[in-house]
């Protein structure tokens, strides 16, 4: 089998024949060995009557999203590419051949691209314009600054992939967020990845609503990067906020006036220094969940678990609140103003005793490692 034709399917008796016919015609024309699957989410308007009548392979997808359709799409199918579109008709399947002759040269994905930027077009009102020029650009260009992703367009609907590549890869996403998952995981994989210029059509949907939502999509896909991006969202800030509250504090023991900055704006830099920790501390959690997830390369951080273990956090904290108490109880934290002793001490015990706890869950996270 060339090619199997994913189609998620959510009441869509309005375009789905003009979308079978498109593909019929376009199989008949490449003669291309084909197979067609609709991936049906609980479709109740004759949709399923449709595919019946065409002959066509259902899917019954009975956990509700876009990305539970598309993943139940390709576990049934069979061929060696996999195409993946919407049934509203706003894809254009006579782009077919074209995805087929561009995987063929030896890609394991290739991402359809409807953005400007990226050479494609948006039909006059196929698109909501606040997706067009806010949402998908803005959501596509995080993506390449984050994950690395050589994609224009992150949420297109159009793709091909090689299923013999992505069959060992598990996906965790069940909503729109799925289409951000699998070329993320595309990278993290090394799969070859290309993108094609599309043009996006108005949908022909005339009483059907759009499957879109835009604040829950938007979201969800905050919520994704959030929990699956450590290196920019967590630790380049936490090492800026760390680092010069702590040279500042240091300088103090040498500069005037950098002692007299200091007592006059300590729980300013602690506060900083508070908050750098704790985003260190949790872009270690989402490391180890986006690891788990296979959202990025497995092993990144092991030297450093592999050296900073439960046992040396405990000694080293230890040591550091016996050390900063005998300091403040003997007088001679001499850099620092009376009362901003008692604030220097106590900080500091506190931070190391986080610290104690945050490597306690941390060794549980990786108990099977």
């Given at each position: 089998?060339?090619?199997?034709?994913?189609?998620?399917?959510?009441?869509?008796?309005?375009?789905?024949?003009?979308?079978?016919?498109?593909?019929?015609?376009?199989?008949?024309?490449?003669?291309?060995?084909?197979?067609?699957?609709?991936?049906?989410?609980?479709?109740?308007?004759?949709?399923?009557?449709?595919?019946?009548?065409?002959?066509?392979?259902?899917?019954?997808?009975?956990?509700?999203?876009?990305?539970?359709?598309?993943?139940?799409?390709?576990?049934?199918?069979?061929?060696?590419y996999?195409?993946?579109?919407?049934?509203?008709?706003?894809?254009?399947?006579?782009?077919?051949?074209?995805?087929?002759?561009?995987?063929?040269?030896?890609f394991d994905?290739?991402?359809?691209?409807?953005?400007?930027?990226?050479?494609?077009?948006?039909?006059?009102?196929?698109?909501?314009?606040?997706?067009?020029?806010?949402?998908?650009?803005?959501?596509s260009?995080?993506?390449?600054l984050?994950?690395?992703?050589?994609?224009?367009?992150v949420?297109?609907?159009?793709?091909?992939?090689?299923?013999?590549?992505?069959?060992?890869?598990?996906f965790?996403?069940?909503?729109?967020v799925?289409?951000l998952?699998?070329l993320?995981?595309?990278?993290?994989?090394?799969?070859?990845?290309?993108?094609?210029?599309?043009?996006?059509?108005k949908?022909?949907?005339?009483?059907?609503?759009?499957?879109?939502?835009?604040?829950?999509d938007?979201?969800?896909?905050i919520?994704?990067?959030?929990?699956?991006?450590?290196k920019?969202?967590y630790?380049?800030?936490?090492?800026?906020?760390?680092?010069v509250?702590?040279?500042?504090?240091?300088?103090?023991?040498?500069?005037?006036?950098?002692?007299?900055?200091?007592?006059?704006?300590l729980?300013?830099?602690?506060?900083?220094?508070?908050?750098?920790l704790?985003?260190?501390?949790?872009?270690?959690?989402?490391?180890?969940?986006?690891?788990?997830?296979?959202?990025?390369?497995?092993?990144?951080?092991?030297?450093?678990?592999?050296?900073?273990?439960?046992?040396?956090s405990?000694?080293?904290?230890?040591?550091?609140?016996?050390?900063?108490?005998?300091?403040?109880?003997?007088?001679?934290?001499?850099?620092?103003?009376?009362?901003?002793?008692?604030?220097?001490?106590?900080?500091?015990s506190?931070?190391?005793?986080?610290?104690?706890?945050?490597?306690?869950?941390?060794?549980l996270?990786?108990?099977?490692?």
């Amino acid at each position: 089998m060339n090619i199997s034709i994913v189609i998620p399917c959510l009441n869509e008796c309005e375009t789905l024949q003009i979308c079978l016919d498109k593909i019929k015609k376009k199989i008949d024309e490449t003669k291309l060995k084909a197979e067609i699957i609709i991936a049906d989410n609980g479709s109740s308007d004759g949709s399923l009557e449709i595919a019946k009548k065409n002959k066509i392979k259902i899917v019954n997808v009975s956990k509700k999203g876009y990305g539970f359709a598309i993943r139940a799409g390709i576990d049934a199918a069979v061929g060696e590419y996999i195409l993946i579109a919407d049934a509203d008709n706003s894809y254009d399947f006579n782009e077919l051949s074209n995805f087929y002759n561009k995987i063929h040269t030896g890609f394991d994905i290739v991402q359809g691209c409807r953005l400007h930027s990226g050479g494609g077009k948006i039909e006059k009102n196929a698109m909501p314009i606040t997706h067009r020029l806010i949402g998908n650009p803005f959501f596509s260009y995080i993506s390449r600054l984050l994950f690395k992703l050589p994609f224009k367009d992150v949420y297109c609907g159009m793709k091909i992939i090689r299923r013999e590549f992505f069959k060992k890869i598990d996906f965790f996403s069940g909503g729109m967020v799925w289409c951000l998952e699998i070329l993320v995981k595309s990278k993290v994989n090394g799969a070859k990845c290309s993108e094609l210029p599309i043009t996006l059509h108005k949908d022909g949907r005339i009483k059907g609503k759009s499957h879109l939502r835009t604040i829950s999509d938007g979201l969800r896909t905050i919520k994704f990067i959030l929990t699956c991006s450590p290196k920019w969202v967590y630790f380049v800030p936490s090492i800026l906020l760390l680092f010069v509250p702590t040279l500042l504090i240091i300088n103090s023991l040498i500069d005037r006036n950098f002692y007299i900055f200091i007592n006059n704006n300590l729980i300013n830099l602690f506060t900083s220094i508070f908050i750098g920790l704790q985003l260190l501390i949790l872009g270690l959690y989402v490391t180890l969940r986006a690891e788990t997830l296979g959202l990025t390369v497995s092993g990144k951080l092991n030297g450093f678990f592999n050296f900073f273990t439960l046992e040396k956090s405990l000694i080293i904290n230890f040591i550091i609140i016996i050390i900063i108490n005998y300091l403040y109880l003997n007088d001679l934290l001499f850099f620092l103003e009376d009362f901003n002793k008692s604030i220097f001490a106590a900080f500091l015990s506190l931070m190391s005793i986080n610290i104690i706890f945050s490597s306690f869950f941390v060794s549980l996270l990786r108990i099977n490692k």
